[in-house]
C-alpha cells in the first residue's frame, strides 16, 4: 500500500494505492477481508462511513434467523434440495443457488469457529427451526442480534490481521476506465473548515459490500445510520437485477425494530392517532367479522411477518395494509399497545384457533395483558425496548409497515462479480435474491458471496495497479465531483434534509408496499428533474454536510433507476407479487383501503417470470430481461470431479 496525492482542479486530493478496496464493514464486507488476507491477498483496504454503522451491526428482531443446510436429526437435506429451495423463489439464477447451498455449511462453521454461539446439543448438533419459504427446519439464531454477533468475531478477526480499516469515509464515485473499474472517491464524514473533504483510492479490484439503497424509504427498518450506496455503482454503469423486489414488514419506528415472533403472538391492541397524539382508535375491530378473526390473523402475523400479497385478500396480509392506510392514506400515527388486550376484553383462549391457543398453553402465555404474555414468553423483548428507552408498561410502541429488505439489487455471477470488470458486489447490495426468499437466507449469501469474490479476486494473482492508467482516467472525472462540490458549497440555506426527507416519504407512499403505476411515474418525473438542478437548487453549510448531500444524490439515483424498473413491470403486465402490491383497475383482487376497493392481479404461481435488468446508460434507465438459468447438472462421480479440481488447482 502507497499513499500520494492527485491534483483536481485547486484541490490536492490524498491518494492511497493498494490491491483491493473492501467498501463496508458489515458482515459481508468484514468476512470478504478476512477471506482475501487468508486467500494470500494481503494488499487490502477496508473502507466505511463508521466502522459501527450498518444494518449487520444495528438491526434484528425478536429472534434474527441465519439459514443453513440442515446440521442435525435425521430429517435429511441436501446441498441440491437446499438449492432448488432457493432458486424456487423465483427470479433467482440456479448456479448461484448452488452455490450458496454448497457453501453455507463452510460458511457456518467458520463463523461457529471464530465464536458466534450458535445454539447445539451435547452431541455438537446445530439445532434448527422453520422461518419463512422453508420446507427444511434450516434455521437457526443466536437471539434477537444475530447479524451483530457474526459482525463483532469478523471484525476481531481482521483485526487481529492487521487489515487496516480507513474510517469516516463516505463512497461516492465508482471511477472507471473502457469498462472497468479502476478507482473509487470518497467524501470524509463531518470534515472542518480548511480540510481536504475528498480521498481518492487506486485499486486492481473493489468488493462492494454497502448493503441495499435503505435511505430510499421513508418508512424503514433499516438503522438510522445505514443509508446504502447503490446510486455510485448505477452511475458507473453496474446493471441490477430484480429491483422490483423488496421485502416490507411491521416494525417499531423509534427504535427502528422488526416487531415479528413473539411481539404479534402475545396479541398486541392496534390503535391510530391524529399526528399530535389525539383521537386514538382501535382501527382493527370494525375491519373484521369476529373478534376471534382479528385475533387469530394478528397471531399469524408472527409466523407470517413479512408481507405477502398473496394474504393480503382473506390472510395475515391485511393487518398490514391496514396499518399502511391508517399511516400513509389518512396521515395518522399507528400503535402497538402491549399494556391492553384488544378490544379491551379479557383474553378468551377458547375463541382462538387451535394453533394460537396450543401456541400460548404451551408456552405457559394463556393469561393477562400482552405484556404480561410477553414477559412470560420472551422477556428479552421486553428489555430491548427498555434498554432503548421505550417502556411498554408505560407507553404504546410506534410502528409502521417499513422497508426490510432488498431481495433485489446489482446483478453479480456466481463469482459476485458484476457487470464492470474488477467491481464486485456482495451482501445485500447484490441482487441474488428473487421474489419470495427463506427467512435468514440473506445473512447465508452475504457470507457465500464475499467467500466466493475474495477466492477470486485471490486466483486473478497479486499485482499493483496501473497508476498511470489511474490517474489519466480517474484526474477528469476527479475535476467534474470537486466542480459539482464547489456548486453545493456555493452559498445558500442548506435544505439537504428538508429534500431527503420530501422524496423519501413520496417512495413510501406511493413506491412501497402499495404501487400505483400513475403516481410511480410521477415521483420518477420529479425524481429525474431534482438530478437535473442538483447542482444548482442543493446547498450545504459547509464541507461537514457535503458527504450528505452526496448521499441524497445517491438516493436519488437509487430512486430513479428502481422507479423505472417498477414502471417497467407494470407496463409489461407484471402482477402483484412477493411484498409487491401493484393496483390494476381490472384485477380479479380486491382490499379495501379506502372508500373504494383496490384491485389487483395475482401473478400466476406456475409462472416462471424472467429476471429483470436496469442500467443507466447516459440519461436514461435501459431495461432487459432473461431467464434464470437453471440449477447447473454436475457431474458428481468422485474419481472425475479429483482430476478436473487436480487440473484446475494445480496447472
Known amino acids: ?51 459501527n454503522m450498518g444494518t449487520s451491526r444495528n438491526t434484528g428482531s425478536d429472534k434474527q434467523t441465519y439459514y443453513k443446510l440442515t446440521l442435525c436429526g435425521d430429517g435429511g437435506d441436501s446441498v441440491e434440495e437446499m438449492a432448488r429451495t432457493l432458486h424456487g423463489g423465483k427470479c433467482v439464477d440456479g448456479d448461484a443457488a448452488l452455490v450458496e447451498a454448497a457453501l453455507s455449511s463452510r460458511c457456518f462453521y467458520r463463523l461457529v469457529e471464530l465464536g458466534v454461539p450458535f445454539p447445539q446439543n451435547p452431541y455438537r448438533e446445530f439445532a434448527g427451526y422453520k422461518t419463512d419459504h422453508d420446507p427444511r427446519a434450516r434455521a437457526t439464531s443466536v437471539g434477537p442480534l444475530t447479524s451483530k454477533e457474526m459482525t463483532e468475531r469478523l471484525e476481531q478477526a481482521v483485526r487481529r490481521k492487521g487489515i487496516p480499516i480507513a474510517d469516516s469515509l463516505l463512497a461516492v464515485r465508482v471511477l472507471t476506465h ?51 450506496a447503490s446510486g455510485a455503482a448505477f452511475a458507473a454503469g453496474v446493471r441490477g437485477r430484480n429491483l422490483t423486489e423488496w421485502q416490507f414488514g411491521l416494525a417499531s419506528t423509534a427504535p427502528r425494530w422488526n416487531v415479528s ?31 376471534a378473526q382479528l385475533l387469530n ?12 400479497v398473496r394474504k393480503a385478500g382473506d390472510g395475515s396480509s391485511q393487518i398490514d395494509l391496514l396499518v399502511y392506510r391508517e399511516r400513509q392514506l389518512l396521515g395518522r400515527r399507528v400503535f402497538l399497545d402491549f399494556r391492553t388486550n384488544p378490544l379491551g376484553r379479557a383474553l378468551d383462549v377458547s375463541s382462538l384457533s387451535e394453533e394460537a391457543r396450543t401456541y400460548l398453553e404451551r408456552a405457559g402465555a394463556a393469561f393477562g395483558t400482552p405484556l404480561e404474555r410477553l414477559q412470560a414468553m420472551n422477556a428479552p423483548a421486553v428489555e430491548f425496548y427498555r434498554s432503548r ?20 439489487g446489482l446483478e453479480t455471477d456466481l463469482w459476485w462479480r458484476t457487470s464492470l470488470e474488477g467491481f464486485y458486489a456482495v451482501g445485500e447490495v447484490s441482487g441474488s435474491h428473487g421474489v419470495n426468499r427463506p427467512g435468514g437466507s ?18 486473478q494473482g497479486a499485482g499493483a495497479p496501473d497508476v498511470e492508467q489511474f490517474l489519466s482516467a480517474a484526474t ?96 409489461a403486465g407484471g402482477r402483484s407479487r412477493g411484498s409487491a402490491l401493484y393496483e390494476d383497475p381490472s384485477g380479479n383482487q380486491t382490499t379495501r383501503l379506502l372508500g373504494e ?55
Open 476 to 571: 477528469p472525472q476527479l475535476e467534474e465531483s470537486a466542480a459539482f462540490a464547489g456548486q453545493l458549497l456555493s452559498g445558500g440555506a442548506d435544505n439537504v434534509n428538508a429534500l431527503w426527507r420530501e422524496f423519501s416519504a413520496e417512495m413510501s407512499r406511493v413506491a412501497g408496499p402499495v404501487r400505483w403505476a400513475a403516481q410511480i411515474s410521477a415521483h420518477r418525473e420529479r425524481v429525474e428533474a431534482a438530478l437535473e438542478g442538483f447542482a444548482d437548487t442543493v446547498r450545504v453549510s459547509g464541507p461537514g454536510r457535503l458527504a450528505a448531500a452526496f448521499r441524497l444524490y445517491d438516493m436519488l439515483l437509487a430512486q430513479r433507476v428502481y422507479l423505472s424498473a417498477m414502471e417497467d413491470h407494470i407496463a
Open 261 to 291: 415472533g413473539t411481539y404479534m403472538q402475545v396479541l398486541p391492541r392496534f390503535i391510530s392517532t391524529l399526528p399530535d397524539g389525539s383521537d386514538p382508535r382501535e382501527f382493527l375491530a370494525d375491519k373484521f367479522q369476529s373478534p
Open 178 to 228: 473502457q469498462g472497468r473499474a479502476v478507482g473509487l472517491l470518497c467524501v470524509r464524514t463531518g470534515a472542518r473548515d480548511g480540510e481536504e473533504p475528498f480521498e481518492a483510492f487506486c485499486c486492481r479490484n473493489i468488493v462492494y459490500a454497502t448493503g441495499g439503497p435503505a435511505g430510499m424509504y421513508a418508512d424503514s427498518v433499516y438503522p438510522a445510520g445505514h443509508h446504502g
Open 442 to 459: 440473506a445473512l447465508n449469501a452475504g457470507q457465500v458471496g464475499s467467500t466466493r469474490a475474495a477466492e477470486h479476486i485471490a486466483a
Open 389 to 408: 428507552g421505550v417502556d411498554l408498561s408505560a407507553q404504546p410502541l410506534e410502528i409502521a409497515l417499513c422497508a426490510q429488505h432488498n431481495n433485489g
Open 597 to 651: 376497493p383496490l384491485r389487483y392481479t395475482l401473478e400466476d404461481p406456475e409462472a416462471q417470470p424472467e429476471i429483470q435488468q436496469a442500467a443507466l446508460e447516459g440519461d436514461r434507465v435501459v431495461i432487459s430481461r432473461r431467464p434464470p438459468k437453471p440449477i447447473p447438472q454436475r457431474d458428481l462421480f468422485f474419481e472425475n470431479v479429483w482430476r478436473a479440481y487436480r487440473e484446475r488447482t494445480q496447472g
Open 1 to 51: 500500500m502507497e499513499r500520494s496525492s492527485i491534483s483536481a482542479g485547486r484541490r490536492r486530493i490524498p491518494l492511497t494505492i493498494c490491491g483491493t478496496v473492501v467498501v463496508g464493514s458489515g458482515a459481508a464486507g468484514f468476512n470478504a477481508a478476512d477471506r482475501l488476507y487468508e486467500n494470500g491477498e494481503t494488499d487490502i483496504l477496508l473502507v466505511t462511513e463508521g466502522v
Open 297 to 308: 390473523l394478528v397471531f399469524l402475523k408472527g409466523y407470517e411477518w413479512p408481507f405477502d
